[in-house]
C-alpha cells in the first residue's frame, strides 16, 4: 500500500512537471524594455532585440524560448527610438545575425554579430536624418538583407530601401520603391518587408484619394526596380487622420504573399487580388506561416490574443504590439511589451 501511494505521488508530480514545463500561453516576463523584434535561427534559437532608453539591447534562447539570459548591450544610440511600433528590427543571415535602429533625427545604425561580438557597419541611409519618422523594417536570405523605411528626402514621405549583399557589413545605395502621386504615403504607419531569393515585397499604408488602404509593391531583380503597386482588399478606408497601424506580410512555402491588417478597427487576412477576410476586432497584428497554416496575433482592449483565422483565438495576457515567430513544426513563439516590460507565450498548434 505504502508502495501505491508513492508511486501516485510520484506520478501525479511527474504528470504536473510536464504540465508547468509545456503549458501552451504561459507568460512570463523576458526583459525590461520596449519594442522587440524577433528572429528564430535554423537550430530553434530564439534571438531578440529591443530598446531601454538610448540603449539597443540583445537576449536569446537556447532552449525554444523557454528561458532567456539576460540582455547585453549592443550599442548607445543617443535618442534611439523604440516605441509606437518604432523599434529595432533584426534578422538572420548565412553569417550571423543583423540588426537595424533608427535614432529621432532619423539616421538607420547597423550592427552584427559574428563570433559571438557584435560591430558597428555602415549606415544604411545615404542621406543624413531622411528617416524622421523613424519607421524601419528587415528582412533577410541567405546572405541578402533588405531593408525598408518612411523617407523625407525631398520633403515628402515616400517609401526607400537599401540592400546589403554580404550580411549587413555594407549597404548599397538607397533605393526608391514608391511616391505617393497624391504627395505622400501614410505618415505614421510602419510599412513592412519579405525578401526571398531575388524576389522583394513591400507593404505599406498609402495615402491616396483621401484614403488609408495598405498596398503591396514588388521587385524581381532583388530591389533594383519595383513595379506598380496594388491595392490589398476591395473597400477603402476614407480618413483625414493616421492609424498608426501598418500591418504585416509574410511569403509562404509557394511563394505567396500573405498579409494583414487593420481597416476601421477590424482586423483583415488578405491574399493579394482577393477578397479580405475579417478577423475580428483589434489593432497591431502579425502573421506568421506555419506548416501551410496562418497564425495572427493582435491586440484587442489592450489584450493580446493568438489564434487562426478559422480557429479559437487565445488570450497571452494584457499588452500591446506583439510580433511572432515559427518554432519547429508546431509552435510559435510570441513577444509583447506592456509596461516597459517584454513578454513571452509560447503557441501550440
Known amino acids: 500500500m505504502k508502495l501505491y501511494v508513492v508511486s501516485i505521488t510520484c506520478l501525479l508530480i511527474f504528470c504536473l512537471g510536464c504540465r508547468q514545463k509545456e503549458t501552451p500561453g504561459e507568460d512570463s516576463v523576458i526583459a525590461s524594455g520596449q519594442m522587440p523584434g524577433v528572429v528564430v535561427d535554423k537550430r530553434g534559437n530564439v534571438h531578440v532585440v529591443y530598446g531601454s532608453g538610448d540603449s539597443l539591447m540583445y537576449t536569446y534562447s537556447g532552449d525554444q524560448g523557454k528561458t532567456f539570459v539576460p540582455g547585453s ?4 544610440i543617443p535618442k534611439l527610438t523604440a516605441s509606437h511600433t518604432r523599434g529595432p528590427q533584426v534578422a538572420m543571415t548565412e553569417t550571423g545575425l543583423a540588426v537595424i535602429a533608427c535614432n529621432e533625427p532619423g539616421d538607420i545604425f547597423s550592427f552584427v554579430k559574428r563570433e559571438g561580438s557584435w560591430v558597428k557597419s555602415t549606415r544604411v541611409n545615404d542621406v543624413d536624418t531622411v528617416a524622421k519618422e523613424n519607421f524601419t523594417a528587415l528582412s533577410a536570405d541567405g546572405n541578402n538583407l533588405f531593408a525598408v523605411w518612411l523617407d523625407l528626402r525631398d520633403r515628402h514621405n515616400k517609401i526607400f530601401g537599401a540592400k546589403s549583399s554580404d550580411g549587413g557589413n555594407t549597404w548599397s545605395k ?4 514608391y511616391a505617393s502621386p497624391d504627395t505622400t504615403v501614410c505618415e505614421c504607419c510602419k510599412p ?5 531569393g531575388s524576389k522583394v515585397f513591400v507593404m505599406f499604408r498609402n495615402w491616396l484619394n483621401g484614403n488609408r488602404d495598405l498596398y503591396l509593391i514588388r521587385s524581381t531583380n532583388g530591389g533594383g526596380t519595383f513595379g506598380q503597386a ?4 476591395f473597400a477603402s478606408w476614407p480618413l483625414k487622420g493616421c492609424p498608426m497601424d501598418g500591418g504585416s506580410i509574410v511569403v509562404d512555402d509557394n511563394g505567396n504573399p500573405k498579409t494583414v491588417w487593420n481597416r476601421q478597427g477590424i482586423i483583415y487576412a488578405c491574399d493579394p487580388g482577393k477578397q479580405e477576410r475579417a478577423i475580428g476586432k483589434g489593432r497591431n497584428c502579425t502573421l506568421e506561416t506555419l506548416n501551410g497554416r496562418e ?3 493582435w491586440v484587442e482592449d489592450k489584450e493580446v490574443f493568438i489564434g487562426e483565422l478559422e480557429g479559437k483565438k487565445q488570450l497571452l495576457g494584457q499588452g500591446k504590439l506583439p510580433v511572432i515567430k515559427a518554432m519547429g513544426n508546431n509552435k510559435i513563439i510570441c513577444l509583447w511589451e506592456t509596461e516597459g516590460k517584454i513578454h513571452k507565450s509560447i503557441f501550440y498548434l
Open 73 to 76: 548591450l549592443i550599442y548607445i
Open 174 to 177: 538607397n533605393l526608391f520603391v
Open 192 to 196: 513592412s518587408v519579405v525578401i526571398k
Open 230 to 233: 496594388e491595392k490589398l482588399g
Open 295 to 297: 497564425v495572427y496575433a
